[in-house]
């Protein structure tokens, strides 16, 4: 990790405009001192509830963010950075950290359930009177009977389905592969400012703004500001990136939460944040 002064240097050399402001003060804001967050606390059999702009950042499948806990400590530790601002060149969204944004109130219980399978793409109509493209989650449970239904609705002319974005990276009951996320409380008015830095924020969606956030392929996607299921519409970025001190708990996958020493090695970094699996119930407080 860099010093406060090299991340601001590479700012005001490699940024203009408006984008530098956003950033500069985004730094800032994670640099503050002093700040006060707020935190839910559970007993442990508790469900978890997420309040409507929750965030929730997985850390992959790499064997790094499990095995031997190297990224989950970094973040611990570091918080939450863009990886183009530490040499690690990102891909399609730019120079900010990629966050899970809960859009309604909601049980986390429920919010797995949702992302717990994949996302359908289909087109209704024909050549004659038009093709339009339709978007949905599907859970997992429910995959083989709206296969049957979409394949035998005449109405639709083809249609796929792949993963959800989700179960790339956050723990699911769909997949194994993603054992850990943090919970992020965004309720406090420090972290309700930092989280306006959101590259998928409207008010921002300038050309002048964008062009450094958005890679060329996306750019005109994120210009057009019109997101569906798959683009996907559930995702935020907050530039440069945030504090650890937001951490309010840990989603772990069913394999850690059978792991005695993992789990003591999460309260351990983390001793003020609850943990829980992936019924949404926690486990350790």
């Given at each position: 990790m ?34 006060e ?9 508790e ?5 409507k ?36 060149p ?15 109130d ?22 004659e ?70 590259v ?16 060329p ?69």
């Amino acid at each position: 990790m860099k010093t406060r002064q090299e991340y601001e240097q590479y700012v005001n050399n490699n940024f203009e405009g408006e984008a530098k402001e956003l950033l500069l003060k985004n730094i800032a804001l994670y640099y503050q001192e002093n700040i006060e967050v707020k935190k839910n606390k559970y007993k442990v059999g508790e469900d978890v509830f997420l309040k409507k702009g929750t965030f929730i950042h997985g850390l992959g499948g790499s064997k790094e963010s499990y095995n031997d806990f190297k990224i989950f400590d970094y973040v611990c530790d570091n918080g939450f950075i863009g990886g183009d601002f530490n040499d690690r060149p990102t891909v399609k969204i730019l120079n900010s950290v990629g966050m899970w944004n809960i859009k309604d109130d909601k049980y986390l219980k429920d919010y797995i359930k949702e992302y717990s399978g994949v996302t359908i793409w289909y087109r209704v109509g024909d050549r004659e009177r038009g093709l339009t493209d339709h978007f949905e989650l599907c859970n997992y449970k429910d995959m083989e009977n709206r296969f049957i239904e979409l394949n035998n609705d005449p109405e639709v002319w083809q249609w796929s389905a792949e993963q959800t974005k989700e179960v790339r990276f956050v723990p699911s009951l769909f997949s194994d592969k993603n054992q850990l996320a943090f919970i992020i409380n965004m309720e406090s008015d420090y972290a309700k400012e930092v989280a306006y830095q959101d590259v998928w924020n409207p008010d921002l969606r300038k050309e002048e703004i964008m062009k450094y956030f958005c890679s060329p392929y996306f750019l005109p996607e994120m210009l057009e500001g019109n997101f569906h299921a798959a683009t996907t519409d559930r995702e935020s970025a907050i530039m440069f990136g945030m504090t650890p001190k937001l951490i309010e708990g840990v989603l772990v996958g069913r394999k850690i939460e059978n792991d005695k020493e993992a789990l003591n090695h999460i309260k351990t970094k983390l001793p003020d944040a609850y943990i829980c699996n992936l019924d949404g119930k926690v486990i350790v407080e």
